[in-house]
């Protein structure tokens, strides 16, 4: 399994402590992304020119920093664990994986995959998930873009299943992720409303791609036909507001971030949005 990183969250990827897995790779190229080291699926460096102190980085590779950047060796990274690099992606067994997970157990309350996008490796993240659940009897989460066709195999095997609602329309879709995935996406979304309980979406508000009234009202009308299909009690919906916690890895990448002059929306914008959707008795948290 491909990783770009592994930590601790606290009541926001699930219930409760979890170790959360990040999978590196995504079938997406959101403009809004904040892990933009999340998206290639190859291992890259990260830069991080403001925790340069004593250390001069030219004296660690003479090619630094642009060098670094195209470097797939990363063995003066390695070597000299300089303050100022991080390497985003690693393999990790599922055996290595789980003897992680146990050693933390006496910690934890559930463990969660997130990405990137997990069902890009969904012979792997299953298996795991398996094991985890059947043997060491751990809750496990999954946090999701359902913008892939693997992502059929997840709903009803999970203990809780977390999902993005980006926009409501294919067109939305389109000029957010850069990619024709909307229809896959309400596909899938139709059908985990269907065979998964425990069942999470959450709306990014991005201001300039999903906030004007024709995507509101689309948004809202495809979570009244989920939340009307619903088996497992109401449809649980969280809104989210746009952020700008990202840019320090966009620069670290030698990248800029699309949206790096964009403002987050205002908290009463949101709020009206959350309003829109518990008129429709939808479980807005």
């Known amino acids: 399994m491909r990783i770009f990183a592994s930590g601790w969250s606290e009541n926001f990827d699930g219930p ?62 390695k070597v000299h664990h300089h303050g100022a690099f991080e390497i985003a992606g690693e393999t990790l067994g599922i055996a290595q994986l789980l003897r992680r997970v146990r050693q933390a157990r006496p910690f934890l309350d559930g463990v969660t995959f997130g990405g990137g996008e997990p069902t890009m490796q969904a012979d792997e993240v299953s298996e795991a998930v398996r094991l985890l659940r059947e043997e060491e009897k751990i809750p496990v989460a999954m946090e999701s873009n359902a913008a892939t066709l693997a992502f059929r195999e997840f709903p009803g095997k999970l203990d809780l299943l977390i999902c993005d609602l980006k926009a409501g329309t294919r067109e939305g ?73 990202g840019d320090s890895k966009y620069r ?34």
């Open 252 to 285: 670290a990448l030698g990248r800029r971030n699309p949206l790096e002059l964009v403002e987050p929306p205002a908290e009463e914008f949101v709020e009206a949005f959350r309003n829109d959707l518990r008129k429709e008795q939808i479980c807005v948290l």
């Open 173 to 245: 879709y389109r000029a957010i992720t850069r990619r024709d995935v909307g229809e896959l996406v309400f596909e899938n979304l139709r059908d985990a409303a269907l065979r998964q309980e425990a069942f999470l979406i959450r709306i990014p508000l991005i201001p300039g791609y999903n906030t004007d009234d024709g995507e509101r009202r689309a948004m809202i009308g495809f979570l009244r036909s989920l939340n009307a299909a619903r088996k497992g009690g109401p449809l649980r919906v969280e809104v989210l507001k746009f952020h700008h916690m």
């Open 16 to 77: 409760g402590r979890r170790l959360v897995f990040y999978c590196k790779g995504c079938v997406l190229d959101c403009v809004y992304c904040g892990n933009p080291e999340s998206i290639s699926p190859r291992p890259e460096i990260l830069y991080h020119e403001e925790r340069v102190r004593a250390v001069p980085p030219e004296s660690i590779c003479s090619k630094f920093p642009d060098g670094c950047r195209g470097c797939r060796s990363f063995a003066c990274v």
